[in-house]
């Protein structure tokens, strides 16, 4: 089956915490951050969604990276409250998939933008990946 536009994947999930823009300041010099779903890991669900989306239809040895990100943090959600996010796939050009990407809490749309993801081949990726670690000097 092959992968086309159109295709569709959602995730809920209920902040933590963990998750807020809070708990990243916590130990670090950057000042006091507001206890609400931190950016960076609304862009991860983003990513995680899109991801999802194409899992079932890779071949084994095959996988997906995050090229690109582009979104709109549109309004705060705290603690306790329900996320939504969707991904559905735009285009599809040879490896290269490009997703709209959109979030939204129990009250209103929270993001949206758009995702760029690559498939790739697991062993080559890892190997290439290796090769780098090998330049470094220590």
Same mark, same amino acid.
Request: net charge negative.
């Given at each position: 089956?092959?992968? %086309?536009?159109?295709?569709?994947?959602?995730?809920?999930?209920?902040?933590?915490?963990?998750?807020?823009? #809070? !708990?990243?300041?916590?130990?670090?010099?950057?000042?006091?951050?507001?206890?609400?779903?931190? *950016?960076?890991?609304? +862009?991860?669900?983003?990513? *995680?969604? #899109?991801?999802?989306?194409?899992?079932?239809?890779?071949?084994? /040895?095959?996988? /997906?990276?995050?090229?690109?990100?582009?979104?709109?943090?549109?309004?705060?959600?705290?603690?306790?409250?329900?996320?939504?996010?969707? !991904?559905?796939?735009? =285009? +599809?050009?040879?490896? @290269?998939?490009?997703?709209?990407? =959109?979030?939204?809490?129990?009250?209103?749309?929270?993001?949206?933008? %758009?995702?760029?993801?690559?498939?790739?081949?697991? %062993? @080559?990726?890892?190997?290439?990946?290796?090769?780098?670690?090998?330049?470094?000097?220590?």
């Amino acid at each position: 089956m092959a992968i %086309e536009p159109g295709l569709v994947h959602e995730i809920t999930m209920v902040v933590e915490e963990k998750h807020t823009a #809070a !708990a990243v300041a916590k130990d670090s010099e950057i000042g006091q951050l507001a206890p609400v779903l931190s *950016t960076p890991y609304l +862009v991860s669900l983003m990513e *995680t969604t #899109a991801h999802a989306a194409v899992v079932p239809f890779l071949n084994p /040895g095959q996988s /997906g990276v995050g090229a690109m990100v582009h979104i709109r943090h549109l309004a705060a959600t705290p603690v306790g409250m329900q996320v939504r996010i969707r !991904a559905e796939l735009l =285009e +599809v050009e040879g490896r @290269r998939f490009l997703f709209k990407v =959109e979030a939204w809490d129990e009250v209103e749309k929270i993001a949206e933008g %758009e995702h760029e993801r690559f498939i790739i081949d697991w %062993e @080559r990726f890892m190997a290439n990946v290796e090769k780098k670690q090998g330049k470094i000097k220590k």
